[in-house]
């Protein structure tokens, strides 16, 4: 079959830059290849791993079954009214596209989320979140293929089981649901901008303006500043999830560490730092053979040059350990790892 690849080299499909191959590998265009390719015998008999743009993967070795990547393209504004509209965007298209194509057109609501690395149909699977915005805000449904039925199907919002850095095709649907189309639904101007992050309030402020273009422009500027860039320095932005613990665990860690950040994250629940107690750690910009924590933000694994991936994945259980020897808390991958 034409859409087939063998022994594929996954080098440029994960921005770790580490050399890894796939037994085979698939790209698809339009929905009947993966029709078309739901039928082929390998892919009722190989283990599958569906990738995006790779920016949140750690390869650890081969990948020894079949890789499956969507390239599905097309962007249209599928619904509107005097408040909102709703575009259907290819799960395929490059995600920082789509943020400065919205800007461009001042629909607001994907400003915040600049400048993260990947596709578009990553963003529901892994809810991606950055400076108070989260993609499930504004996410209105999402449509692909289920290999077990293997059947088109269609999520709305309210049943993708969104959390924090978490969904449903990362539970139940992992490695089983080709996301082939988002729908957002996007604000028309006057927008109310997200600036309770950080400072960006005060950085808002001091551009005298508050357009959706001046916060793309602002939250750029803080990720470049702060995250290594893929292109020059392998990495998968955070590498851990923010640990969430109960709040009595908190309040004792807050006893021993009156500075330590925490955030309420509900039902008797919080949120610690994960940059933060690898950094308190004494684990900011340290080395390890060819891996190491970046200097800007611990939370942040790097590949130095030449690495492997068993390589960043030994300095990440060296940081798991140190930081639950010390404070009891287990720190839990963000990427996924194979
Ligand atoms: N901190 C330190 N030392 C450092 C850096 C940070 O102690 O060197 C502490 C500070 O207390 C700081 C806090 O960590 O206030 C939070 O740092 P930051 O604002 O950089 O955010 P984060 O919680 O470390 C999360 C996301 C990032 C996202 C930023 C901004 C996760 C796992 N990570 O990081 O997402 O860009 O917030 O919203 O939730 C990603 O998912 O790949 C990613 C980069």
Not at 32 to 54: H, N, S, T, V, Y
């Amino acid at each position: 079959m034409g859409l087939i690849y063998q022994n594929y080299s996954l080098d440029h499909l994960n921005t770790f830059h580490l050399s890894a191959r796939a037994s085979y590998f698939a790209l698809i265009r339009q929905p009947a290849e993966m029709e078309q390719l739901a039928r082929e015998d390998l892919f009722r008999e190989q283990p599958k791993l569906i990738l995006g743009g790779g920016s949140n993967l750690l390869l650890t070795g081969n990948f020894n079954g079949l890789v499956i990547r969507s390239g599905i393209q097309g962007l249209e504004c599928v619904d509107e009214t005097d408040e909102s509209v709703w575009i259907r965007v290819g799960s395929g298209m490059e995600w920082d596209e789509l943020v400065a194509w919205a800007v461009a057109h001042d629909w607001g609501g994907l400003e915040n989320l600049s400048a993260i690395p990947g596709d578009v149909g990553a963003a529901p699977v892994q809810n991606i979140g950055a400076y108070g915005a989260e993609a499930k805000d504004m996410i209105e449904r999402v449509e692909g293929f289920d290999f077990n039925s293997k059947t088109w199907k269609t999520f709305e919002a309210g049943e993708c089981e969104f959390d924090y850095r978490n969904s449903i095709f990362k539970k139940k649907f992992k490695n089983e649901f080709l996301v082939s189309q988002v729908t957002f639904r996007l604000s028309k101007a006057p927008h109310s901008l997200l600036t309770h992050y950080g400072n960006l309030e005060e950085e808002l402020q001091k551009t005298g303006t508050r357009s959706l273009a001046e916060m793309r422009r602002i939250i750029t500027d803080i990720r470049r500043l702060k995250l290594p860039d893929i292109h020059t320095t392998g990495n998968a932005g955070s590498f851990f999830k923010n640990p969430v613990v109960s709040l009595v665990q908190a309040d004792q860690l807050r006893d021993a560490y009156p500075n330590m950040p925490a955030y309420p994250a509900g039902d008797r629940q919080v949120k610690l730092s994960a940059a933060w107690l690898i950094d308190q750690s004494g684990l900011k910009g340290y080395t390890m053979g060819r891996a190491a924590t970046h200097t800007q933000q611990p939370l942040v694994l790097i590949n130095t040059g030449g690495a492997t991936g068993e390589e960043i994945w030994k300095l990440a259980e060296y940081i798991r350990e140190f930081v639950f020897d010390r404070y009891g808390v287990m720190l839990e991958p963000e990427v996924n790892v194979y």
